[in-house]
Structure formats: C-alpha cells, structure tokens
C-alpha cells in the first residue's frame, strides 16, 4: 500500500486536518477519507525520505512512545472518544515514522478491533508490556490509567538507562584519547628514535624495539589492520546475535568489573516495577511473570524469572522460587514475600523497585567519582611506558656519551 498525504476538513467540527492515510491509490485514499468523516481537500503521494540520515531521524524514540502514551492517556481521560483521540495525537505526532503507525491503528479500531490487538501489529514499537497494560486496561475500563501507568514506567526505565550510559561516557572518551596518543607516538615519535639509533649504529632497547615493530607493522599493513578489525567486527555482531551470543553478552554484563552491580540493580528494578505495573492492573500472577521476564531485556535473568514461573504454576510461593536463582538479588523474594503474607504483593514490588533506583542512583554517582583516578593512572601507566620507551633510549645514548 502506498501513504498519502492529505489535507481534509472535518465535516463534524469543521475544522482542518493534516496526516498521513495508507492506501492502495488516491481514489481509495480518498473514499478511505470520506467513510471516516472527512471531505478531502488535498491529497498527494507521499515522498520517501531516502539515504541513511532520513531514516534515523524517522526512527522511533522511546521519548516518542512516552508522549504518545501520555497524549493518549489524557485525551481519553478527558472523555473523547478513542478514534478522535488517536487522531489527536497522530496530528500532533511530528515523527512521520510514528505518524503512520498511529495511522494504521486508527484503521484498524475504526475497523472495530480492540487497542490491544491494534497495538500487536507493531511490536517493534509496541513491546508486550504495553499491550498486556492496554488489555488489562480496556478490560477493566480503565484504559487512561494503564496507559498512564506504562509510560511512567517506560519513563524511569528510560532515565536509568540514560544514567547508566552517561556514566560510562567518561570512560569512553578517556579511552580513545588514549589509544589515539598510542598512535601518534607509535607512527610519528618511535620512527624519529629507530632512525637515531641507525645512524649511529646502536641497538634498541627491548622495549623500543617491540615498539618499532609495532609501528612498522601498522604503516606496511595498515589495510590488514583495518581489515582484521572490519571482518572481526563483523562476525562479532554476527556472533552476538545468535542465542549463544546473547547468553554470552548477557552474563558478561552482570559480572563486569564496576558496572556490572549497577546492571543487576537495574534488572530487579525493572523486574519488579514492571511487575508491581501489571499486577496493579489484574494481569495474572502467570502472564506478568512472563511479561517481566521478557521485559527485563537479559536472557540470563529472564530464564532464572521462567524457572520460578514454572515453580509457582507447580504450587509454590513466588518468593521461594525465586530465592535460589544466582542473579535474583535477595531483597526481591524477602519483599515479595512480605507481600504474600499481607497480600500486597504488587505494593511490595513497587517499594522494591524504589529502592534499587535509588541505590543505582547513588552507585552511579559513586562510581563517576571512582572511574575518573582509575582512568588517570591507567592513563597515566600507559603513557609513562610509551615516553619511557622514547626517552630511555635518548638518555641511554646520552649516558654513552654520544654526541647529538
């Protein structure tokens, strides 16, 4: 189907409106128009933002399914009708991406489908907790509640996220300031060194010497170098995209040096409030474990949350089945078990999750208070061997008494 784009009045309000409609010609996106109320006025073909950039400005954001939840949420809440409110929103929306699929879900409830199901037909844009809380919601009638609900819990996510990346920022950058002084003093100083010794027929010390071959095999081969790294590269990304990959990638997160008691806290914190969301809203003990699960985006705490799932379909507690699983911090069953007794469990997750955001908060800014003196000596013990391969051998001939 081809996308219009069109310019058409309201016949109940009377008022202009501007979006995007899919359709097989103009003729059907016309009459598409006029079933749904509208006298068009304008309609064209829309053209295809090409090359590499029009595509990543045409991305969906996670900031922009935050602001359509919470749109959405406030227009319903404010008694419109479901159809109006997604046309709302989609005139408001200025991600054309997230304009057509904001179009096709009008289609498809104006075609008499629930939310839910409209929401399906886009799970790269609509995850599985989204359409549980929707479900839930147009089930129970509190469908602006459960909207409101999922996008401030796709808020928080999307703040610790951004502080667990801003804080490996700073050692991303030291890093390649590093590895591009390593270069400069390999390709431009150690050369000027061997050239000396040359001419005065002496010997490198060992350390230059592995220094020299070094930087001779980058200039002779550099088109290897870059070819090792591209091919490597490549199978790498391929690797990591495989089950065993993932695995591999996943395990490595939770057992990182510095980083990876920060990636455990944020996984029980999504866990758990991504739990305390759904149970909230009537999703079964069952179905919300396995929303978590999928939730949690790690196939490692996944698969310990799917062993507890089927521990509690066998009859046990939540809380015992989830207490022996390695990753599962302890104060998630201790609180979930609080929560059995009191029957309050969706109450004891969400005070769980407020926790471990916190403490992240607070080991995040621990740790950019740690990493900046570990980053200075790293620094500072590989810079001090680069000048004192280049130095030693200067004042070893100067030593010598050789003239310069």
Known sequence: MKKYQYEARDQKTNESVKSIVQADSEHSAAKLLIDQGYVPLKIELEQAEGGILGRLQN?????????????????????????????????????????????????????????????????????????????????????????????????????????????MVYPAIVLTVIVAVLLFMLLMVVPQVQSLYEDLNKELPFLTQVMVITAEFIFNYWWLVIAILVIGGFFLKQYLQTDAGIKVKDTFKLNIPLFGSMFKKLYMARFT???????????????????????????????????????????????????????????????????????????????????????????????TTTIEPIMMVIMAVLAGGMVGAVLFPIYSLVGSGVSL
Do not use: C, W
């Open 59 to 167: 991305r969906i954001t996670t900031k922009d399914k935050i602001i359509f939840l919470r749109q959405l949420s406030t227009l319903i809440g404010a008694g419109l009708p479901l159809a109006q409110s997604l046309r709302t929103v989609a005139e408001q929306t200025q991600n054309k991406k997230m304009q057509e699929v904001v179009q096709e879900i009008i289609a498809d409830v104006e075609g008499g489908k629930a939310l839910a199901v409209a929401f399906a037909k886009h799970p790269n844009v609509f995850d599985s907790t989204i359409i549980a809380l929707v479900t839930a919601g147009e089930s129970s009638g509190t469908l602006d509640e459960a909207l409101k609900r999922v996008a401030a819990q796709k808020e928080k996510d999307a703040a610790m996220i951004g502080k667990i990346r801003g804080a």
């Open 273 to 367: 409030r991504t739990g305390q969301t759904l149970l909230s809203t009537g999703v079964a003990m069952l179905d919300m474990l396995k929303i978590s699960g999928d939730s949690v985006n790690n196939v490692v705490i996944q698969s310990e949350i799917m062993r507890a799932s089927e521990k509690v379909k066998a009859g046990k507690n939540l809380s015992e089945s989830l207490a022996k699983e390695e990753y599962i911090l302890p104060m998630v069953p201790q609180m979930i078990s609080i929560g059995e007794q009191s029957g309050k469990i969706d109450e004891m997750m969400g005070k769980t999750a407020q926790v471990y955001e916190d403490e992240l908060d607070e080991e995040i800014k621990a740790l």
